[in-house]
């Protein structure tokens, strides 16, 4: 991998679901390069691809046509075994509806990516506890899931996608359950942890309270993006509205 790979390049991307009565175009096209060092906001209406957008890039999803490479490693080539070690090693995601396992404490749901890329669970647990620590939940390390309010499951979350160090962590509307102050600790963690000189974080949001956090925000619409605007210097996270102007 050459030093200007980006973490993310996606070419074209097309992505159909056939639901048996229809067909849904959810990528129409998509063009997007995600720097190294980079936080990459995208943003845009109810339904118009977003999650389709990031589950392709995380290699949830394979797309239909169109080339989707992550540090240079074009996940549909690869074989489902090393697609999910590369995903296990590289790729943390927060998802929308946070997907903790029901039966498993906060410290246990935390620890998984460690223990799936080999360590021993006593210590994968005890490394999990000091990242619930981080995002504020030190003290419920031994709650189960249904113990937890919506805002507290989706910081286990966050904290179960930061725990292996990814060097791509990818959000689906990670502030959405979070009140305003929790959600701007939330984000600086984020960016302080996953955003370096060999890391990027994607974030998928609504959330116009967050996007003077981000580097670049991208516009999508039905399927497409529409717009990439770089992201204000002179605004300070959490105080604007407007967080983001036109570059074209
Ligand atoms: N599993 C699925 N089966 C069929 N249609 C889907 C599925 N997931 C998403 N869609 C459709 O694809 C389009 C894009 O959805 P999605 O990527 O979830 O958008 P967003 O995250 O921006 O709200 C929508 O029209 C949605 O209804
Ligand atoms: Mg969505």
Known sequence: MSDNTPAVLCQNVVKTYDTGSQQ???LQGIDLEVHVGELMMLV???GCGKTTLISVIAGILDQDSG???VFGEDLLKLKNDQKL????QNIGFVFQAYNLLPTLNAAENVSIPLI???MKRREAVRKAAAVLEQVGLGDRADALPAQLSGGQQQRVAIARALIHSPRLIVCDEPTSALDHETGMHVLE???AVAVDH?????IVTHDARIFGFADRIAQMDDGKIVRVQQSQPSNNPGRTEQGAHDVT
């Open 198 to 202: 060999s890391r990027a974080l994607v």
């Open 116 to 118: 799936i890329n080999g």
């Open 24 to 26: 849904i175009t959810a």
């Open 44 to 46: 845009g209406p109810s």
């Open 67 to 69: 080339l989707c490479r």
């Open 85 to 88: 070690k590369f995903r296990a």
């Open 189 to 191: 963690l984020l960016k």
